[in-house]
């Protein structure tokens, strides 16, 4: 088995419903998605985030598009206009997903591997 | 004008949109995701290629509370003014080659819209030959309380808290309408149909049903057009924008092509852009798109349909071409949501930059020092939050220790409290620290903090029986 951030398996995009984040992970590889389900659970999910989710974590599945719907409630401050946060409407909680550590077998890491990383800036280089 | 109140049925005229469906298909462009959109997408849409329809969205949640205010300072304002400039721009193009316009633009005023909007079209000659066909009904706030007296709580639906709570702080309340008016509309002869709240989705389905016939029970197939429509309300979000699937790669973002749904009668449909334009269509950017704001995707509510999102099916053809097939509805609930718009308090934000070396423990030495000056004033918050901006504004603890050699960071400061004094009194605390605070500070050129009046967001739920009979479509010639 080999570590791999979620990133590297997942492409994501979220918003927002009120106090409520969504965060909608949609696999790179098809193949991937039983791992997607396996890995990433809702309890996964709110220990990765701790206390920046101050309520309940929902995970809905897509199996059409291999993908899964969460629902972050309490990650907003009270949300839209009235939170204090720089990201008031959660439009990047999708990235702060993104960077959990997973446990896959190497065969899958090694496929999967710097997926997700622009090549010029990606990894702090510069070009 | 002329009255079709309470009437579903029209007079479809020779003229314009309704002839698209003899082709097989409605071709349904996106011009427009929310108010302060990209200004020119509506004419690359208009002049890129054939469209029947073009569908505008400027409508968001709090949109409609910054429209009250705006009207109240002027009875003839209170709707999104960009929509008749464009307007202007679009009409000729738009009479001579058929292409009908639904819009949410007309917020808390959508006769007014409606009247600017034919005026628009006699300026730029097309006088005789188009019609606006004005949804109504949508607004509640002169009915709030023969709805409460009536024993309609309008509960939060978040909270259960009842709306009687925060009575006197409601400064909107609207229902969000479906699809039905707007067909109405477009069954009358309206080329231009200028909404108030009305969903997003229903801009882009409600030609849909207009050109094909849809009955009003065909479940299936309005939950096709409620996909389309989701795919259609954001703009370029669809087409290339905001997708983080290997952004890099996407061309010409400066010249995107918005979205364009290709409806079939049989409800599959597919997502394009115009030959030519920058950005792409493909699975990852419409899949994107369907999870954007997305709750429990079997049951997305609309007033026409309950969509199931994980009954739809994707394919890639190729050539920025996505099919769309296979979507299931059932019958929609007997409630429509209503979005209430309330005065919530106050808040500030301030900001300040350090530089190396120690940037991110300079900013939260003065953050403390803030905090203690605040509480040595007697100034109690609901909510203090300090972000160091560049370091962990986003991610919060998953960002973990700022190294020592961060080269700048922003602090942010944020406070939210009912006492408009202890907000305003914040505000004038923040300068100081440049030059009693921690060394290496700058960009506080922008001067004070802005004290802002919090306009916050009840959702709540009305039964569908009391908001039905006063929906009314009227019509307004050019």
Known sequence: MAEVRLLELAHARSGDKGNTANVGLIVW???????????????????????????????????????????????????????LMTDAQGKVFSTALLRMKIEVPDEVAKRVRGRGRCPVDGGGGRG | ??????????????????????????????????????????????????????????????TMSIMRKQRARDPRAGYARDFVSLMERIFPACVERGIGVVTNAGGVNPAGCAQAVAQAGRRAGTAGRARVGVVTGDDLMDRLDELLAAGHPLANMETGEPLRAIRDRVLSANVYLGAVPIVTALESGATVVVTGRSTDTALTYAPMVREFGWPRDAWDLLASGVVAGHINECGAQASGGNCSAEWWT??????????????????????????????????????EQILYEMGDPATYVTPDVTADFTTIRLEEEGGDRVRVHGIRGRPPTSFLKVSVAHA?????????????????AKARAAARILRERLDRLGLAFERVLVELVGWDSTHGHLAGDPPPDLPEVQLRVGVRGDDRRGVERFTREVAPLVLTGPPSVTGFAGGRPRVQEIVAYWPALIDRTVVEPHIGVDLVEV
């Open chain 2, 1 to 62: 004008m002329t009255g079709t109140r309470g009437s579903l049925a029209g007079t479809a005229p020779a003229a314009a949109p309704g002839n698209a469906s003899a082709r097989g298909t409605v071709r349904i462009a996106s011009g427009q995701g929310f108010w302060g959109d990209d200004l020119e997408a509506p004419v690359r849409q208009v002049e890129g290629g054939d469209i029947d329809y073009l569908m505008l969205d400027y409508l968001a949640e709090v």
């Open chain 2, 250 to 287: 996407i061309p010409g973002l400066a010249r995107v092509g918005f979205p364009i749904v290709e409806a079939g009668a049989d409800g599959t449909f597919v997502v394009t852009k115009h030959p030519g334009s920058g950005g792409v269509v493909n699975l990852r950017t419409v899949k």
């Open chain 1, 29 to 83: 590889d098809e193949e991937d998605y039983p791992l997607l389900l396996k890995e990433v659970t809702p309890e996964r999910v709110k220990q990765h985030f701790k206390d920046l989710v101050q309520g309940p974590v929902e995970r809905f599945a897509l199996d059409n598009l291999h993908a899964v719907n969460f629902l972050l409630h309490g990650a907003l401050d009270g949300g839209g206009t009235v939170s």
């Open chain 2, 344 to 360: 919530a308090g106050y808040k500030a934000v301030g900001t300040l930059v350090y530089a190396w070396p120690d940037a991110a």
